[in-house]
């Protein structure tokens, strides 16, 4: 799980969006493929340019121009807010009110890099997003954007179709949601930690048939019975 | 309702919903073959549906589900596409000389700048030749007098090739600096106030040094017409980074980082135009600059250039809307 920073922001229809900023770590990681992949077009496309003479080394001036400056910008504008190593690391720009970016926004926070960049390694831009309460850059401040996780989208899992039996004691909405995420969360568990978890809801029991009973309480909460 | 219910009678809206999110997110050709027909009514009921799904308490991992299906309709739904080539009429016509307009002052401020610097730099050079070593190093020195000087140059017209590598050269680096200009105004504007000393206190110690070795003419009538949109770019980003460290140092009213979003708003038109003006310099230095032409000749296209330039950013896009 990520730690809890989450943005929530009411949208006009009346829900609630909820978003969850990332740090410094994922946004270097995703430059740092990016930069890569830069180096790449630059090798492959653009260097081969300078065989041809000097013309070609205009070109190639050019295309290492085009790279600096609008690499991310071409990307976030055009493709949901991702550079190919956001994507990679699940992450995507947007407004802070959670509305996509545009040329303009993007054009904005990627000018400003430069100035994020100062002295050296990024160091303004990360003191700023240590300080900043959403991990916003210089950039991202000027441009009202952000950075966030934005991870292939969840499968819902099948309704399972084994039997249930309801709780012993009267439920509250507490009980209900802990139940909800045990039943979510069984499958990353070891079967030992399931049980020692279980012993907590029944401490009568051993702990082998405590997680047997746990597991017939959650599948009657999330109403496969 | 229990989850499962609740999941079994809306799964075919969200599966449908998804289907339309995958085409839209996709390439052009699948955004248009995207099942819309129910997008907004799917929409409008993922939104009541999250927010059942959060007061009845059902599992993290439906709400989950649903959070991130409605971020990637809501992108969807509310982005913007605006046809380019009309925005871009407008921009030129209008948008971008009365964005230099409204921030007159601080262009103003970045232009004395450059040209106190630089014309002190050039007095300085007049009273003592020797001051120019300490503006310009020995190679920059060299490099100058090797493109101007009429003794020096090799004689022969420059060859397309070199040209097209020049240009590219002129793209890569002056719009690289305006832009680096622009962003180190951020820091207080002492960045883009360092940028305009240093450039002006260049271009004055290359004028000087140039015009005591006797090659002002070459220099003159090579940078007059390109020094138009090439000169008053670097102002105008000069201007414009200005504008970003004023609005850290002195908000206002505003919050700090409210007032800095109203001031790259601002500017942002402004950036635009720079890199239009830029990219015409670079084509003129390049591929007008070199040629060897009458001086009458190039002072004259020179000076139209500065005049249509001056009309134009005081000029253009008064009154069309109103008053500004």
Redesign the interface.
Known sequence: MLIDDQIHID?P???????SPAGPLPRALAYGIDFLIRGVILLVVALPMTLF???G??????L??LL??FYPVFFEAFN??RTPGKKRLGLAV?HSN???L?F?GS??RN?????DL?PMFYL?GFVVMLISPRQQR?GD????TLVIH??P?????G?TDSEAEPPDWPLS?QD??VL??F??RAGALSEARQQELAALAYPDLPPAAALQRLRRVARH????? | ????????RY?PQ?QRL?AALQGL?GSRRRRRQAPLAAFAAD??S???Q??LA?ER??????Q??L??????A???L???RAPLLPAMATFLGSGFPRAVRHLWRWHLISTLAFLLSALLVWGMILHDPELVHTVVDGDGLANLEEMYHPDLRDGAERD??????????Y??NN??IA??T???G??LGV?ALLAMLFNGSFFGAAAGHLSLVGAAQPFFTFVIAHGAPELIAIMLAGGAGLR?GWAVLSPGSWSR?EA??R??AET?PV??GVLVLLILAAFIEAFWSPRELAPAVKYSVGALCWLALALYLSLAGRNRHGPE
């Open positions: 949208t229809e009346g829900a609630r969006l909820t978003l003479g000097e013309g080394s205009g070109v190639y001036l050019v290492l121009f600096e400056w949901q807010g947007v959670g509305a996509p545009g303009n054009l904005v000018l400003l890099r430069a100035a100062f303004t210089l401040l000027a441009a009202d934005s991870p989208p969840p499968a819902l899992s309704a909405r209900q949601q909800l995420a039943s979510d909460v999330l109403g496969a019975a | 309702m229990k989850q499962s219910q609740f999941e079994q799964r969200w998804e997110e929409y409008q993922l939104c009541h999250l927010a959060r308490g059902y599992s993290l991992a439906l989950e589900y959070n991130a299906l409605m971020l990637r809501h992108r969807q509310y982005r913007q397309r090739a070199t040209d097209l590598r020049m240009f590219g050269y793209i890569y719009v690289g832009f680096r622009f962003a180190s951020l820091l960045g970003l980082v800095l979003r001031a790259a942002l950036m635009y």
